[in-house]
């Protein structure tokens, strides 16, 4: 399977825990998003990478989001005392430049729960 | 503010008729525009695309219209089918996609046989 990856599939956790998560872009694709969606809303934009360095965040993204992309390869998503809000689906996409514009591809979500 | 809007939570086609889906945005910078298909609990697949420089663009059974005076693109599926039943997104971007794309609320299509 060559598309985007995604772990975990769900998560359940206790308010005050911390998260992360994990996405595999497609192998030749330079640019890496976090995207979370809550219901009822399309998804919305936390922060993107080109290549291992990040290079626009949301103001979405507060203080107890971490992102990381060591290597320009996979990319993590830490969620620190997470909060009852924080529950949503988490979307990670990939892409690669192209003359007209980019496609970004979706990988399946995390879901998230906080309890 | 939203910048992206689909109007219509949802719409209801026969199988085998057109289905319109709608999309109106605010942002003059946005030349690329994108439809996703959402099933639940799956993360968004890519439909159709298409460029501020052109006006249509078609891919099989889907085609996009994008009317920039009016600032509205449209999505066309003929012939609808019922696995086409799912939530449609439409999303925008500034500068080639090159950045963060910026999504409407969707619309659940749904196609009955």
């Known amino acids: 399977d060559t598309g985007v990856s995604q772990n975990p599939r769900h998560k359940i956790t206790k308010r005050g825990q911390n998260v992360t998560f994990r996405c595999d872009p497609i192998?030749?694709?330079?640019?890496l998003y976090w995207y979370r969606q809550t219901l009822g809303q399309g998804p919305e934009f936390l922060t993107y990478?080109?290549?291992?360095?990040?290079?626009?965040k949301s103001r979405l993204l507060s203080d107890r989001f971490s992102a990381e992309r060591p290597k320009g390869s996979f990319s993590t998503l830490e969620i620190q005392r997470t909060e009852q809000g924080d529950s949503a689906m988490y979307l990670c996409?990939?892409?690669?430049?192209?003359?007209?514009?980019?496609?970004?591809?979706f990988g399946p979500g995390t879901r998230l729960l906080v309890l | 503010d939203q910048q992206v809007k689909q109007n219509s939570p949802s719409l209801s086609v026969q199988e085998g008729r057109i289905s319109i889906l709608n999309c109106d945005y605010t942002?003059?910078?946005?030349?690329?525009f994108l439809w996703y298909k959402k099933y639940p609990a799956e993360g968004p697949t890519f439909l159709i695309s298409?460029?501020?420089?052109?006006d249509k663009n078609e891919d099989g059974r889907f085609t996009v219209f994008l009317n920039k005076s009016a600032k509205h693109l449209s999505l066309h599926i003929v012939p609808s089918q019922p696995g086409d039943s799912a939530v449609y997104f439409c999303?925008?971007?500034?500068?080639?996609?090159?950045?963060?794309?910026?999504f409407g609320k969707g619309t659940k299509l749904s196609v009955k046989p």
């Open positions: 996409a990939s892409s690669f430049g192209h003359h007209e514009g980019e496609t970004q591809y």
């Open positions: 192998s030749e694709h330079n640019r």
């Open positions: 990478f080109q290549n291992e360095a990040q290079l626009e």
């Open positions: 942002n003059s910078m946005f030349d690329y």
């Open positions: 298409i460029s501020s420089i052109k």
């Open positions: 999303a925008a971007s500034v500068g080639g996609s090159q950045g963060n794309l910026i």
